[in-house]
């Protein structure tokens, strides 16, 4: 356990009493507040006093005591005390969503993109559609602006906010001698959070979904590319690198197929969007032989499920295999974790139809018996405004664990200068 | 977040602070202990009292302090506050651990084991090594004994202390109408608890061994089977049912190898020691067909070895596709879970010259570039010693986490009647 200093302490009790709060499903009173933190009431009392007073949290009309005596006055997020911006970054399309303190959406915006770019375009595109989703909303909103949170498929070092490798980016160039988030914090003018789409996810799950009082969960993300996010022992799981769970990159085949991350035999060349559209092919129900484009792959990938909607039996094998490959590793996944959810989400349940019983069925086949009744597996689409929120989410945790909260953005407004997670990068 | 009763948030603050002074190098101060736990230095104080009250610590001598000036007292566990044993099982043989409070190995033994056997045999034999063990290190031990902690291959839900399945025993008859737990816990008085044995050996580690400030680790176990137990976020992860982690049921294959666990296409079944053995008598190596018992498979397996030594190129090749498997699955467990730490261990590493070097190739072809450089792997081999050091460690955890430690053991001697896991049970 790493030393804390009292300062260290404080904040980490001010966001343990913050969390408590951004995660309940109503407002609390000061008793309950010290219930689920595990802080004394003189401790809560002090430390909501502080959350109070810098805009933080507010009061609101208090539920009747049980015994018909005194209403204690509760504790809710105070949804205006900062605004965040989360931005979901797919191959085809950018999806902007802003939050405000208390997580609510307030505004959402989607334009299509055209990927790979260079970093350069990508920053440049993503300051211009989240400055028309902030002005969409009005002008006083853009000075409370807090933070960006950026949700990117690929290997995102989430640590320290890097992009390794992602299929929305042409590969660095001298031009990018910054890294996404510096590129875009100093665009924006607000600290910008870089992390795994899957991951964003999760979070929103957590936050607002499925996994609210989930503990251990997997949200296993079927798209242009194949995403995981783990959920374990109630955290977001990132390890030890911030380049955990990536299911998408497991070596099924040495000398297998050809994955879009320059590996070959990864999971992802068997069961995503350009997998099938490659067997496709292959198989000659889809013409061409040329490179695609992300919206090629799109395109084509519409094209295969209508062939196997219509019944053409290769068609429909092919998203039969893509099925029972994805399950045997959603199980594999189960055996390792043993988590009591797996959500499947993505475009890619839009054919759910076509694979979904082969998936289940493998799944079965590969999990442990005891897994077999204890785990559930849910399959839906929620769109890509939830991704979104997740990632806006991320900069809601981080300036709940920052001193932010109770000191630049109250006292002084959004201090930008002494503000950012890496003020000295 | 679960709701707190006070009472339990005065056991989770004792527990802190026994944890802090338990995972500390040397002794602590107050304030150290109040850095370490974040709790305030009042609150150190008053649990302090009562843990030195209770006995469960002591104070010891005072470093002199940096300034020169007045010493502080500082406080360790103490070692005699209660005694607890841990063993592990093994195909083949039995290894009891007598410990203290402190977690300091006072006595150990080793004996053979014919497995599988019944529950009836092994809560028996347990028993009687157990008690043998206890009279090795004198009369006073037995009545301060204050729990039992058995680390056993196979499918173990912890939290229920149920086996369901496990290569040492027979499948259960009518005769075992108890759980193993509940059956060794009325043998011999005291809780038991049970627990996956990779789970106890990263335990170990991470109590006293190479993971003391490693929060992500794999401890990969190869023995007559496979096994695998994880710290993430630094806590020895279980997963929802208590049953994760169990990286020798990989489905690889559908229709592939049968393993001991009944399921065909484990990882298991193509890299323990058994399924060495089986391809060696396939390959003409190894005489006979009939079925091996657990000593059958080690002598065989011992064989192997020795023809592999010899320069047989076939032998060597079976070694090196084990390697090449196995290393496969670590660099994917690698790419799921991004620890900065990888261990293998277990009586198989005896032959890790003849599978090393594939296994680091393949681990490494098999990861994410950016751990490549990350991820340290360590093989080595510690003995059952260090196995059964952790399953009594797991007893001290739980002891730590009751009031037990407080008030059972200390006021009242150990009164086993009130003081176990499930008392109505």
Redesign the interface.
């Known amino acids: 356990?790493a030393?804390?200093?009292s300062r260290q302490?404080s904040q980490?009790?001010l966001y343990q009493v913050l969390h408590?709060v951004r995660?309940a499903s109503e407002p609390l009173s000061r008793a309950?507040i010290a219930?689920?933190?595990?802080l004394?009431q003189p401790?809560v009392s002090t430390l909501t006093r502080r959350l109070l007073e810098s805009g933080a949290l507010i009061e609101v009309g208090a539920r009747p005591s049980q015994g018909g005596g005194r209403r204690e006055r509760e504790l809710a997020m105070n949804p205006d005390h900062a605004w965040v911006v989360g931005v979901k970054v797919a191959v085809h399309q950018l999806t902007v969503a802003l939050c405000d303190f208390a997580g609510g959406v307030r505004n959402t915006l989607k334009v299509p993109l055209s990927s790979p770019m260079t970093q350069t375009a990508l920053v440049r595109t993503l300051a211009r559609e989240i400055e028309s989703c902030l002005a969409g909303a009005g002008g006083a909103v853009r000075q409370r602006l807090a933070g960006v949170g950026v949700a990117l498929p690929g290997?995102v070092?989430s640590m320290r906010g890097e992009v390794?490798w992602s299929p929305v980016l042409k590969p660095a160039t001298r031009k990018d001698t910054a890294s996404l988030d510096q590129a875009l914090t100093d665009a924006m003018g607000v600290p910008v959070f870089i992390e795994n789409d899957a991951n964003m996810l999760a979070l929103a799950e957590q936050w607002f979904g499925h996994a609210a009082r989930v503990?251990?969960m997997a949200v296993v993300t079927l798209e242009h590319g194949l995403g995981?996010g783990l959920v374990?022992?109630?955290?977001i799981?990132?390890?030890?690198?911030?380049?955990?769970?990536?299911?998408a990159?497991?070596?099924l085949q040495?000398n297998g197929f050809t994955c879009q991350?320059g590996?070959q035999g990864c999971l992802e060349a068997y069961v995503a969007h350009y997998a099938l559209v490659r067997q496709g092919r292959q198989a000659g129900l889809l013409a061409g032989d040329e490179p695609l484009t992300a919206e090629g792959v799109m395109a084509a990938h519409a094209e295969l499920i209508k062939l196997a909607r219509q019944g053409n039996a290769r068609a429909r094998e092919i998203f039969e295999t893509q099925g029972s490959t994805l399950g045997?590793w959603i199980?594999?996944?189960v055996?390792?974790?043993?988590?009591?959810l797996v959500l499947l989400d993505g475009d890619g349940t839009s054919a759910a139809d076509l694979y979904e019983p082969a998936l289940r069925e493998?799944m079965t086949?590969?999990m442990?018996?005891?897994?077999r009744e204890?785990?559930q597996l849910v399959v839906r689409h929620q769109g890509d405004e939830v991704w979104a929120r997740g990632a806006a989410s991320l900069v809601l945790q981080r300036l709940d664990e920052s001193t932010e909260v109770v000191e630049s953005i109250s006292r002084h407004g959004v201090d930008h200068e002494s503000g950012g997670r890496r003020p000295d990068a």
Chains 1, 2 share one sequence.
Do not use: W
């Not at 374990?232 to 955290?235: A, K, M, Q, R, S």
């Not at 055996?335 to 009591?340: I, S």
């Open positions: 356990m030393r804390l200093q302490i980490l009790h408590a995660l309950e219930e689920r933190t595990g004394s401790a290997f070092d390794l503990a251990n995981l374990l022992n109630g955290e799981y990132r390890g030890h690198s911030g380049l955990a769970s990536e299911l990159h497991l070596q040495r991350c590996k045997q199980g594999n996944v055996n390792l974790l043993a988590p009591q493998a086949q590969a442990l018996l005891p897994h204890a785990v």
